[in-house]
Antibody
Framework: EVRLLESGGGLGQPGGSLRLSCATSGLTFNNYAMTWVRQAPGKGLEWVSAISGSGAYTYYADSVKGRFTISRDNSKNTLYLQMNSLRAEDTAVYYC?????????????????WGQGTMVTVSS | QSALTQPPSASGSPGQSVTISCTGTSSDVGGYNYVSWYQQHPGKAPKLMIFEVSKRPSGVPDRFSGSKSGNTASLTVSGLQAEDEADYYCISFAAANNLIFGGGTKLTVL
């Protein structure tokens, strides 16, 4: 069974940084692109960032481009999201999700396994 | 880019069918066949229901179907059941390597 477990959420200061992790198990991690999706309290889903299986290709939503960095360590089966220059509007539950497609570097928007989410609150 | 447009709410009685629309532009929904649909129950992670406009992942009941016409994609739930009550979100690939979600639709089973 494929499992994803996010960690690293918590309270961040405006202008500060947080690093989220997503530990995975039950899959050949380097064969799948991974994605971060967030959901502000009481709001809808927002795609944040994605990375190809090899890590060679990365994609970002305009709202986080230049502030967030997605990365992965395939030796540790772990996905990361480095969040810098935090803003109040970054407050959300952050989900990591596995791409449905095997060995694809394209953005298909199909994510078949999700973590339980980690809450990030940006406030002074 | 703006979120795709979904109706805030939809409803139907058990056994009925309901269709949820997702309207974008030629730069997203209309330009690509990469539209997916997610079901989200309160406090839970989203679940993939439809991908590539009309394909169902293994384990998703065939009561769920997807289609697209022009810039509008649609999710139809047939034979409504109580457990179908949830929020539904569409997502589409968009130009310049973006993914855009719809605002979400709350489906109520009366």
């Amino acid at each position: 069974e494929v499992r994803l477990l996010e960690s690293g959420g918590g309270l961040g200061q405006p202008g500060g940084s947080l690093r989220l992790s997503c530990a995975t198990s039950g899959l050949t991690f380097n064969n799948y692109a991974m994605t971060w999706v967030r959901q502000a309290p009481g709001k809808g889903l927002e795609w944040v960032s994605a990375i190809s299986g090899s890590g060679a290709y990365t994609y970002y939503a305009d709202s986080v481009k230049g502030r967030f960095t997605i990365s992965r360590d395939n030796s540790k089966n772990t996905l990361y999201l480095q969040m810098n220059s935090l803003r109040a509007e970054d407050t959300a539950v952050y989900y990591c999700a596995k791409d449905y497609y095997y060995d694809s570097s394209a953005l298909g928007g199909a994510f078949d396994v999700w973590g339980q989410g980690t809450m990030v609150t940006v406030s002074s | 880019q703006s979120a795709l447009t979904q109706p805030p709410s939809a409803s139907g009685s058990p056994g009925q069918s309901v269709t949820i629309s997702c309207t974008g532009t030629s730069s997203d929904v209309g330009g690509y066949n990469y539209v997916s649909w997610y079901q989200q129950h309160p406090g839970k992670a989203p679940k993939l229901m439809i991908f590539e406009v009309s394909k169902r992942p293994s384990g998703v009941p065939d009561r769920f179907s997807g289609s697209k016409s022009g810039n509008t994609a649609s999710l139809t739930v047939s034979g409504l059941q109580a457990e179908d009550e949830a929020d539904y979100y569409c997502i589409s690939f968009a130009a310049a390597n973006n993914l855009i979600f719809g605002g979400g639709t709350k489906l109520t089973v009366l």
